[in-house]
């Protein structure tokens, strides 16, 4: 096809090309070929001393691979989450799913799940109410995207310890929208109110 086409005309044309210039594209493949042999680098392996304790507005955890500990693992983030007897997690919500897999402890989370639409702009609608599952040792906990949860540990004398996972990919792809909607009890001084 030769650059003549007949639906490419002079008006089209001319916008295709202009004065303004960037190294875009070269700074890429720097950045990729920087990225490359830092990873070499980058941890395989953690040793659990190492794996870092968080107080977090959604409670006490310990980080078993996250973007912040310079590991090869570039995708997902994993925590452990202690809740002491009787207590709670705060509520949360983020665009990524979520699963958990319970080491200790019985409880129930609650989930409020999330409708949208998408007219000129997204429309987001929590259920009033939440749907309720109980959890113990060795069970599976699924949190869908965008549904505001929170954790409870029902017993009345051990800590629940709960692993979290949950993927960076959203993130990297601009829907890194994680809300913090109230505090665990205990770490109300690190919470910071969502912008709603």
Known sequence: MSNDAPFVDDIERSRAKTDVTADFYAKALEASKQFRTEYKER?????????PMERTADGLIKHIINEGMNTTECCIDIYMQFIEAGKATGTSRHLTEEVAFVIEGEGHDLHWDVQFHCADEFIWEWDAEPKKFEWGPGDFIYIPPYCAHKRFNSGSDGEARVVVINSRIMKAIGFDWFDQL????????????PDN
């Open 182 to 193: 109230e505090p665990a009890a205990g770490f109300e001084d690190l919470w910071v109110p």
């Open 43 to 51: 941890y395989k392996a953690i040793k659990a001393k190492d794996m």
